[in-house]
Nanobody, 116 residues
């Protein structure tokens, strides 16, 4: 079955950096676009970054463009999110997602907290 496992979250001071990783299994990873979402209490999940199957094209929400970088390793079945210059408003649970034949699969999420 499809499985997505996020790791790398934690507590960091504003201005700091974290690298999230999502390890995928149960599907042909190099044929699927991958996305990172985030969610704060009381709000809908929002799309943070996306990457195509080959990694040639990436997209970012406006508030993280230039600070976050999404990448993937199709040999290791991983998709990473490098987050720099973190701000308190980046605090959220971050989720990895894949859509396969119109079915959405999510990881369990990893908490990122940017606070002094």
């Amino acid at each position: 079955q499809v499985r997505l496992v996020e790791s790398g979250g934690g507590l960091v001071q504003p201005g700091g950096s974290l690298r999230l990783s999502c390890t995928a299994s149960g599907f042909t990873f190099n044929t699927a676009a991958m996305t990172w979402f985030r969610q704060t209490p009381g709000r809908l999940r929002e799309l943070v970054a996306a990457i195509t199957e080959t990694g040639d094209t990436t997209n970012y929400m406006d508030s993280v463009r230039g600070r976050f970088t999404i990448s993937r390793d199709n040999d290791k079945n991983t998709v990473d999110l490098e987050m720099n210059s973190l701000k308190p408003e980046d605090t959220a649970v971050y989720y990895c997602r894949v859509v396969l034949r119109s079915n959405r699969y999510w990881g369990q999420g990893t908490q990122v907290t940017a606070s002094s």
